[in-house]
Protein backbone atom coordinates (compact mmCIF):
# COMPACT_ATOMS: atom_id res chain seq x y z
CA UNK A 1 0.00 0.00 0.00
CA UNK A 2 1.54 3.32 -1.39
CA UNK A 3 1.24 6.05 1.17
CA UNK A 4 -1.49 8.42 0.30
CA UNK A 5 -0.57 11.68 -1.28
CA UNK A 6 -2.31 14.62 0.70
CA UNK A 7 -5.62 15.96 -0.66
CA UNK A 8 -7.43 19.25 -0.07
CA UNK A 9 -10.56 17.93 1.00
CA UNK A 10 -12.51 19.43 3.43
CA UNK A 11 -14.66 17.54 4.92
CA UNK A 12 -18.07 19.12 6.28
CA UNK A 13 -20.61 17.38 8.37
CA UNK A 14 -23.94 16.38 6.84
CA UNK A 15 -24.81 14.01 4.08
CA UNK A 16 -25.02 14.90 1.00
CA UNK A 17 -28.60 14.39 -0.14
CA UNK A 18 -30.86 13.37 -2.74
CA UNK A 19 -31.82 16.99 -3.91
CA UNK A 20 -27.60 17.75 -3.87
CA UNK A 21 -27.69 14.94 -6.21
CA UNK A 22 -30.25 15.91 -8.53
CA UNK A 23 -29.24 19.31 -8.38
CA UNK A 24 -25.63 18.16 -9.35
CA UNK A 25 -27.28 15.76 -12.25
CA UNK A 26 -29.18 18.43 -13.63
CA UNK A 27 -32.22 16.40 -13.14
CA UNK A 28 -34.88 14.54 -11.09
CA UNK A 29 -34.32 10.86 -10.85
CA UNK A 30 -37.46 8.94 -11.42
CA UNK A 31 -38.60 5.60 -12.01
CA UNK A 32 -40.96 4.51 -16.04
CA UNK A 33 -41.99 1.72 -15.82
CA UNK A 34 -43.05 -0.23 -19.23
CA UNK A 35 -45.81 -2.51 -18.59
CA UNK A 36 -47.16 -4.73 -21.15
CA UNK A 37 -47.62 -8.10 -23.54
CA UNK A 38 -44.66 -9.87 -24.40
CA UNK A 39 -43.90 -8.30 -27.72
CA UNK A 40 -45.76 -5.20 -27.22
CA UNK A 41 -42.35 -3.43 -27.50
CA UNK A 42 -41.34 -1.88 -23.84
CA UNK A 43 -37.65 -2.57 -24.19
CA UNK A 44 -37.45 -1.16 -28.03
CA UNK A 45 -39.41 2.01 -26.44
CA UNK A 46 -36.81 2.36 -23.48
CA UNK A 47 -34.01 2.27 -26.17
CA UNK A 48 -35.47 4.79 -27.55
CA UNK A 49 -36.01 7.10 -24.73
CA UNK A 50 -32.71 6.09 -23.54
CA UNK A 51 -30.92 7.49 -26.36
CA UNK A 52 -33.48 10.28 -26.45
CA UNK A 53 -31.73 11.33 -22.98
CA UNK A 54 -28.78 10.60 -23.64
CA UNK A 55 -28.96 13.04 -26.77
CA UNK A 56 -30.54 15.81 -24.30
CA UNK A 57 -27.44 15.19 -21.79
CA UNK A 58 -29.51 13.54 -19.39
CA UNK A 59 -28.56 10.17 -16.99
CA UNK A 60 -30.64 6.93 -17.92
CA UNK A 61 -30.62 4.02 -16.93
CA UNK A 62 -32.58 0.68 -18.09
CA UNK A 63 -33.24 -2.29 -16.19
CA UNK A 64 -34.63 -5.42 -17.88
CA UNK A 65 -34.48 -9.16 -17.94
CA UNK A 66 -30.98 -8.84 -19.44
CA UNK A 67 -29.29 -7.67 -16.49
CA UNK A 68 -31.64 -8.44 -13.51
CA UNK A 69 -32.90 -11.92 -14.75
CA UNK A 70 -29.62 -13.15 -14.53
CA UNK A 71 -28.20 -11.68 -11.67
CA UNK A 72 -30.16 -9.90 -9.01
CA UNK A 73 -33.05 -12.36 -9.71
CA UNK A 74 -31.10 -15.09 -10.55
CA UNK A 75 -32.32 -17.43 -7.51
CA UNK A 76 -35.83 -16.74 -8.77
CA UNK A 77 -38.29 -19.15 -10.75
CA UNK A 78 -41.74 -18.81 -12.31
CA UNK A 79 -44.03 -19.16 -9.68
CA UNK A 80 -46.39 -16.86 -8.15
CA UNK A 81 -44.50 -16.46 -5.25
CA UNK A 82 -41.26 -15.77 -7.26
CA UNK A 83 -42.62 -13.38 -10.18
CA UNK A 84 -44.10 -11.63 -6.97
CA UNK A 85 -40.35 -11.77 -5.41
CA UNK A 86 -38.92 -10.88 -8.85
CA UNK A 87 -40.97 -7.32 -8.71
CA UNK A 88 -40.72 -6.37 -5.82
CA UNK A 89 -36.78 -6.79 -5.52
CA UNK A 90 -36.88 -4.86 -9.07
CA UNK A 91 -39.35 -2.63 -7.98
CA UNK A 92 -36.48 -1.59 -4.77
CA UNK A 93 -33.75 -1.24 -6.54
CA UNK A 94 -35.22 1.43 -9.22
CA UNK A 95 -36.36 3.25 -6.07
CA UNK A 96 -32.79 3.43 -5.02
CA UNK A 97 -31.77 4.08 -9.15
CA UNK A 98 -34.78 6.78 -8.67
CA UNK A 99 -32.94 8.10 -4.99
CA UNK A 100 -29.57 8.40 -6.66
CA UNK A 101 -30.83 10.86 -9.56
CA UNK A 102 -31.12 8.67 -12.72
CA UNK A 103 -33.87 8.28 -14.95
CA UNK A 104 -34.79 4.72 -14.22
CA UNK A 105 -36.74 2.76 -17.43
CA UNK A 106 -37.85 -0.92 -16.07
CA UNK A 107 -38.98 -2.62 -18.73
CA UNK A 108 -40.66 -6.11 -17.57
CA UNK A 109 -44.20 -7.54 -18.40
CA UNK A 110 -44.85 -7.07 -15.15
CA UNK A 111 -48.60 -8.41 -15.35
CA UNK A 112 -50.25 -8.00 -11.66
CA UNK A 113 -51.94 -4.67 -11.08
CA UNK A 114 -51.43 -5.75 -7.67
CA UNK A 115 -47.46 -6.17 -8.06
CA UNK A 116 -46.93 -2.66 -9.77
CA UNK A 117 -49.03 -0.84 -7.70
CA UNK A 118 -46.87 -1.48 -4.84
CA UNK A 119 -43.80 -0.27 -6.89
CA UNK A 120 -45.78 2.88 -7.15
CA UNK A 121 -46.57 3.46 -3.41
CA UNK A 122 -42.84 2.51 -2.85
CA UNK A 123 -41.80 5.13 -5.19
CA UNK A 124 -44.72 7.60 -3.43
CA UNK A 125 -43.46 6.88 -0.31
CA UNK A 126 -39.89 7.92 -1.16
CA UNK A 127 -41.39 10.89 -2.74
CA UNK A 128 -40.23 10.15 -5.68
CA UNK A 129 -41.75 10.45 -9.09
CA UNK A 130 -42.49 6.84 -11.16
CA UNK A 131 -44.31 7.05 -14.24
CA UNK A 132 -46.20 4.04 -15.31
CA UNK A 133 -46.28 3.59 -19.16
CA UNK A 134 -48.79 0.98 -20.45
CA UNK A 135 -47.36 -0.47 -23.94
CA UNK A 136 -50.89 -1.00 -25.22
CA UNK A 137 -51.32 -3.29 -28.26
CA UNK A 138 -53.49 -5.63 -29.07
CA UNK A 139 -52.54 -9.77 -28.05
CA UNK A 140 -53.48 -10.33 -32.19
CA UNK A 141 -50.28 -8.00 -32.87
CA UNK A 142 -48.18 -9.21 -30.72
CA UNK A 143 -48.56 -12.73 -31.28
CA UNK A 144 -48.53 -11.44 -34.92
CA UNK A 145 -44.44 -9.67 -34.12
CA UNK A 146 -43.67 -12.59 -31.82
CA UNK A 147 -40.26 -11.14 -31.83
CA UNK A 148 -39.29 -14.03 -29.55
CA UNK A 149 -41.33 -16.85 -30.56
CA UNK A 150 -42.88 -16.95 -27.27
CA UNK A 151 -46.27 -17.13 -28.64
CA UNK A 152 -45.36 -19.93 -30.83
CA UNK A 153 -44.28 -21.95 -28.45
CA UNK A 154 -46.75 -21.00 -26.28
CA UNK A 155 -49.49 -22.23 -28.87
CA UNK A 156 -47.86 -25.33 -29.37
CA UNK A 157 -48.05 -26.31 -25.48
CA UNK A 158 -44.30 -25.80 -24.75
CA UNK A 159 -44.40 -23.01 -22.82
CA UNK A 160 -47.48 -23.10 -19.91
CA UNK A 161 -48.68 -19.82 -18.47
CA UNK A 162 -47.99 -17.31 -21.58
CA UNK A 163 -49.09 -13.37 -20.50
CA UNK A 164 -52.47 -13.43 -22.30
CA UNK A 165 -53.23 -16.47 -23.79
CA UNK A 166 -55.05 -18.28 -20.76
CA UNK A 167 -57.83 -17.04 -18.38
CA UNK A 168 -55.24 -18.07 -15.71
CA UNK A 169 -51.96 -15.93 -16.91
CA UNK A 170 -53.81 -12.60 -17.59
CA UNK A 171 -52.67 -9.13 -18.65
CA UNK A 172 -54.10 -7.16 -15.90
CA UNK A 173 -53.87 -3.42 -17.94
CA UNK A 174 -53.24 -0.46 -15.71
CA UNK A 175 -56.14 1.64 -14.92
CA UNK A 176 -54.95 4.93 -15.30
CA UNK A 177 -51.01 4.73 -16.42
CA UNK A 178 -49.25 8.41 -17.04
CA UNK A 179 -48.62 7.49 -20.38
CA UNK A 180 -49.81 5.22 -22.92
CA UNK A 181 -48.50 4.42 -26.09
CA UNK A 182 -50.39 2.06 -28.80
CA UNK A 183 -46.79 1.08 -30.63
CA UNK A 184 -48.85 -0.67 -33.66
CA UNK A 185 -50.67 3.13 -34.42
CA UNK A 186 -47.33 5.37 -34.06
CA UNK A 187 -43.52 4.54 -34.37
CA UNK A 188 -41.14 4.15 -31.97
CA UNK A 189 -40.01 7.72 -32.22
CA UNK A 190 -43.39 9.22 -31.41
CA UNK A 191 -43.37 6.57 -28.52
CA UNK A 192 -40.31 7.66 -27.20
CA UNK A 193 -41.08 11.18 -27.52
CA UNK A 194 -44.13 10.67 -25.58
CA UNK A 195 -42.40 10.11 -22.65
CA UNK A 196 -39.74 12.32 -23.16
CA UNK A 197 -42.24 15.09 -23.27
CA UNK A 198 -43.74 13.34 -20.04
CA UNK A 199 -40.96 13.60 -18.62
CA UNK A 200 -40.21 17.17 -19.71
CA UNK A 201 -43.64 18.83 -18.60
CA UNK A 202 -43.62 16.82 -14.84
CA UNK A 203 -40.16 19.04 -14.57
CA UNK A 204 -38.10 15.54 -14.69
CA UNK A 205 -36.15 17.00 -16.84
CA UNK B 1 -54.00 11.24 -22.04
CA UNK B 2 -53.35 14.63 -23.74
CA UNK B 3 -52.20 15.14 -27.24
CA UNK B 4 -48.29 14.71 -26.59
CA UNK B 5 -46.31 17.37 -28.16
CA UNK B 6 -44.28 16.94 -31.10
CA UNK B 7 -40.61 16.44 -30.66
CA UNK B 8 -37.45 16.33 -32.32
CA UNK B 9 -36.28 13.13 -31.33
CA UNK B 10 -34.75 11.31 -33.75
CA UNK B 11 -33.99 7.52 -33.35
CA UNK B 12 -30.93 5.61 -34.17
CA UNK B 13 -30.33 1.95 -34.01
CA UNK B 14 -28.46 0.69 -31.53
CA UNK B 15 -28.24 1.31 -27.35
CA UNK B 16 -26.25 4.04 -25.14
CA UNK B 17 -23.52 1.50 -24.11
CA UNK B 18 -21.46 1.67 -20.61
CA UNK B 19 -18.55 3.94 -22.19
CA UNK B 20 -21.48 6.61 -23.32
CA UNK B 21 -22.62 6.64 -20.26
CA UNK B 22 -18.98 7.02 -18.18
CA UNK B 23 -18.13 9.65 -21.21
CA UNK B 24 -21.56 11.47 -20.28
CA UNK B 25 -21.13 11.23 -16.51
CA UNK B 26 -17.42 12.18 -17.06
CA UNK B 27 -16.25 9.82 -14.85
CA UNK B 28 -16.11 5.58 -14.93
CA UNK B 29 -18.94 3.86 -12.57
CA UNK B 30 -17.16 1.58 -10.22
CA UNK B 31 -17.50 0.14 -6.65
CA UNK B 32 -15.81 0.64 -3.49
CA UNK B 33 -16.53 -1.44 -0.52
CA UNK B 34 -15.93 -0.38 2.76
CA UNK B 35 -15.81 -3.74 4.78
CA UNK B 36 -14.56 -3.57 8.97
CA UNK B 37 -15.94 -4.41 12.65
CA UNK B 38 -19.11 -2.35 13.24
CA UNK B 39 -17.53 0.74 15.14
CA UNK B 40 -15.07 0.85 12.61
CA UNK B 41 -16.07 3.96 10.85
CA UNK B 42 -17.07 2.83 7.50
CA UNK B 43 -20.34 5.03 7.09
CA UNK B 44 -18.47 7.78 8.66
CA UNK B 45 -15.82 7.48 5.75
CA UNK B 46 -18.26 6.95 2.79
CA UNK B 47 -20.09 10.37 3.74
CA UNK B 48 -17.00 11.84 3.56
CA UNK B 49 -16.17 10.36 0.49
CA UNK B 50 -19.53 11.19 -0.73
CA UNK B 51 -19.18 14.36 0.06
CA UNK B 52 -15.57 15.39 -1.36
CA UNK B 53 -16.59 13.34 -4.47
CA UNK B 54 -19.62 15.77 -4.90
CA UNK B 55 -17.42 19.22 -4.24
CA UNK B 56 -15.36 17.84 -7.51
CA UNK B 57 -18.30 17.38 -9.45
CA UNK B 58 -18.34 14.10 -9.63
CA UNK B 59 -21.35 11.64 -8.77
CA UNK B 60 -21.68 8.58 -6.52
CA UNK B 61 -24.59 6.85 -4.55
CA UNK B 62 -24.00 5.37 -1.03
CA UNK B 63 -25.40 1.64 -0.30
CA UNK B 64 -26.02 0.80 3.49
CA UNK B 65 -28.18 -0.74 6.06
CA UNK B 66 -30.06 2.40 5.99
CA UNK B 67 -31.10 2.02 2.49
CA UNK B 68 -31.17 -2.20 1.71
CA UNK B 69 -32.02 -3.67 4.76
CA UNK B 70 -35.36 -2.15 5.10
CA UNK B 71 -36.07 -2.02 1.54
CA UNK B 72 -35.01 -4.44 -0.94
CA UNK B 73 -33.40 -7.08 2.02
CA UNK B 74 -36.19 -6.51 4.14
CA UNK B 75 -37.25 -9.89 3.65
CA UNK B 76 -34.00 -11.52 5.00
CA UNK B 77 -33.18 -12.47 8.60
CA UNK B 78 -29.78 -13.52 10.47
CA UNK B 79 -29.08 -17.52 9.15
CA UNK B 80 -25.87 -17.48 7.84
CA UNK B 81 -27.34 -18.39 4.65
CA UNK B 82 -29.68 -14.62 4.57
CA UNK B 83 -26.33 -13.29 5.48
CA UNK B 84 -24.55 -14.35 2.15
CA UNK B 85 -28.08 -13.81 0.38
CA UNK B 86 -28.11 -10.25 1.80
CA UNK B 87 -24.70 -9.73 0.49
CA UNK B 88 -24.85 -11.61 -2.73
CA UNK B 89 -28.24 -8.86 -3.52
CA UNK B 90 -26.11 -5.94 -2.33
CA UNK B 91 -23.71 -6.78 -4.67
CA UNK B 92 -25.81 -7.48 -7.31
CA UNK B 93 -26.94 -3.92 -6.81
CA UNK B 94 -23.72 -2.48 -6.76
CA UNK B 95 -22.98 -3.92 -10.00
CA UNK B 96 -25.80 -2.40 -11.79
CA UNK B 97 -25.05 1.08 -10.35
CA UNK B 98 -21.59 0.95 -11.82
CA UNK B 99 -22.88 -0.23 -14.75
CA UNK B 100 -24.79 3.10 -15.00
CA UNK B 101 -22.01 5.24 -14.16
CA UNK B 102 -21.79 6.12 -10.57
CA UNK B 103 -19.36 5.57 -8.17
CA UNK B 104 -20.61 3.73 -5.71
CA UNK B 105 -20.14 3.67 -1.88
CA UNK B 106 -21.15 0.53 0.30
CA UNK B 107 -20.89 0.36 3.47
CA UNK B 108 -21.32 -3.45 5.17
CA UNK B 109 -19.32 -5.31 7.97
CA UNK B 110 -19.71 -8.29 5.37
CA UNK B 111 -17.03 -10.38 7.59
CA UNK B 112 -16.65 -13.31 5.63
CA UNK B 113 -14.32 -13.36 2.79
CA UNK B 114 -15.37 -15.58 0.25
CA UNK B 115 -18.58 -13.05 0.03
CA UNK B 116 -16.57 -10.01 -0.31
CA UNK B 117 -14.14 -12.30 -3.21
CA UNK B 118 -17.94 -13.55 -5.06
CA UNK B 119 -18.51 -9.42 -5.24
CA UNK B 120 -15.15 -8.50 -6.35
CA UNK B 121 -15.79 -11.10 -9.27
CA UNK B 122 -19.32 -10.45 -9.91
CA UNK B 123 -17.74 -6.98 -11.30
CA UNK B 124 -14.51 -8.40 -12.63
CA UNK B 125 -16.18 -10.54 -14.82
CA UNK B 126 -18.69 -7.64 -15.76
CA UNK B 127 -15.30 -5.32 -16.81
CA UNK B 128 -15.98 -3.41 -13.80
CA UNK B 129 -13.45 -1.93 -11.15
CA UNK B 130 -14.21 -2.73 -7.92
CA UNK B 131 -11.68 -1.38 -4.34
CA UNK B 132 -12.15 -3.15 -1.14
CA UNK B 133 -11.45 -0.36 1.17
CA UNK B 134 -10.47 -2.65 4.62
CA UNK B 135 -11.51 -0.45 7.55
CA UNK B 136 -8.66 -1.59 9.73
CA UNK B 137 -8.89 -0.77 13.64
CA UNK B 138 -8.49 -3.04 16.78
CA UNK B 139 -11.39 -5.15 18.02
CA UNK B 140 -10.92 -2.95 21.47
CA UNK B 141 -10.92 0.26 19.89
CA UNK B 142 -14.32 -0.81 18.34
CA UNK B 143 -15.47 -1.71 21.52
CA UNK B 144 -14.94 1.50 23.33
CA UNK B 145 -16.42 3.52 20.19
CA UNK B 146 -19.60 1.45 20.33
CA UNK B 147 -21.68 3.69 18.52
CA UNK B 148 -24.43 1.73 18.45
CA UNK B 149 -23.98 0.47 22.02
CA UNK B 150 -23.98 -3.04 20.30
CA UNK B 151 -20.97 -4.27 21.90
CA UNK B 152 -22.36 -3.74 25.28
CA UNK B 153 -25.84 -5.30 24.21
CA UNK B 154 -23.31 -8.28 22.91
CA UNK B 155 -21.11 -8.36 26.13
CA UNK B 156 -24.39 -8.36 28.03
CA UNK B 157 -25.46 -11.32 26.36
CA UNK B 158 -28.39 -9.11 24.56
CA UNK B 159 -26.95 -10.08 20.78
CA UNK B 160 -25.27 -13.46 20.04
CA UNK B 161 -23.17 -13.76 17.42
CA UNK B 162 -21.46 -10.10 17.42
CA UNK B 163 -18.62 -10.16 14.50
CA UNK B 164 -15.16 -10.19 16.27
CA UNK B 165 -16.67 -11.16 19.79
CA UNK B 166 -16.79 -15.01 19.40
CA UNK B 167 -15.02 -17.39 17.80
CA UNK B 168 -18.48 -18.89 16.17
CA UNK B 169 -18.60 -15.05 14.43
CA UNK B 170 -15.22 -14.02 13.44
CA UNK B 171 -14.36 -10.80 11.05
CA UNK B 172 -12.49 -12.62 8.21
CA UNK B 173 -9.79 -9.35 7.49
CA UNK B 174 -9.27 -8.80 3.14
CA UNK B 175 -5.99 -10.35 1.97
CA UNK B 176 -5.16 -7.73 -0.53
CA UNK B 177 -7.34 -4.66 -0.30
CA UNK B 178 -7.32 -1.92 -2.48
CA UNK B 179 -7.20 0.54 0.39
CA UNK B 180 -6.58 0.11 3.95
CA UNK B 181 -8.18 2.42 6.77
CA UNK B 182 -6.68 2.67 10.08
CA UNK B 183 -9.37 4.84 11.54
CA UNK B 184 -7.86 5.00 15.14
CA UNK B 185 -4.40 6.25 14.07
CA UNK B 186 -5.90 9.23 11.22
CA UNK B 187 -8.50 11.83 10.58
CA UNK B 188 -11.80 11.28 9.01
CA UNK B 189 -11.14 14.09 6.07
CA UNK B 190 -7.14 11.56 5.64
CA UNK B 191 -9.33 8.22 5.32
CA UNK B 192 -12.09 9.72 2.84
CA UNK B 193 -8.59 11.96 0.82
CA UNK B 194 -7.10 8.27 0.70
CA UNK B 195 -10.05 6.79 -1.29
CA UNK B 196 -10.25 10.00 -3.99
CA UNK B 197 -6.86 9.65 -4.46
CA UNK B 198 -7.26 5.59 -5.47
CA UNK B 199 -10.06 6.56 -7.79
CA UNK B 200 -7.74 9.43 -9.29
CA UNK B 201 -5.09 6.94 -9.71
CA UNK B 202 -7.00 4.38 -11.13
CA UNK B 203 -8.66 6.32 -13.88
CA UNK B 204 -12.36 6.60 -12.14
CA UNK B 205 -12.13 10.03 -11.51
Not at 154 to 183: H, Q
Amino acid sequence: MPEPKATNITWHEGTIDREARFKRLGQRGCTVWFTGLSGSGKSTVAVAVEQALHDLGRHAYRLDGDNVRHGLNANLGFSAEDRDENIRRIGEVARLFADSGLITLCSFVSPYRDARDRVRKLHEEAGLAFFECFVDIPLKVAQERDPKGLYAKAAAGEIADMTGMSESSPFEPPENPEIRLPTHEQSVEKSAGDVVETLKAKSVI
